[in-house]
Nanobody, 115 residues
């Protein structure tokens, strides 16, 4: 079993920055993919960014150039640095780990971008 715990959400003004963290624990194998997804009110959950254990990254077009995903394999932690935040970035941000054919999700952390 794998447990994921997110932190770092909050309220920020447009143009501001936040850094999300997600710490994984449990039976974790080195080869896995971690990522961030978000869900705005009334909308489906969508991909934000993913990163492999070797550091290959993938971003949604809407966040390219503003968000940066990174990870510390020794700590089994993934980060999401979010800069130049916009009101449309508002939502619940979820961490996900894809491991050995299964997906594990965190409980989510709220990000609100508003003046």
């Amino acid at each position: 079993q794998v447990q994921l715990v997110e932190s770092g959400g909050g309220l920020v003004q447009p143009g501001g920055s936040l850094r999300l963290s997600c710490a994984a624990s449990g039976r974790i194998f080195r080869v896995n993919v971690m990522g961030w997804y978000r869900q705005a009110p009334g909308k489906q959950r969508e991909l934000v960014a993913t990163i492999t254990t070797l550091g290959s990254t993938n971003y949604a077009d809407s966040v390219k150039g503003r968000f940066t995903i990174s990870r510390d394999n020794a700590k089994n932690t993934v980060y999401l640095q979010m800069n130049s935040l916009k009101p449309e970035d508002t939502g619940v941000y979820y961490c996900k780990m894809h491991l050995a054919g299964s997906d594990y999700w965190g409980q989510g952390t709220q990000v609100t971008v508003s003046s």
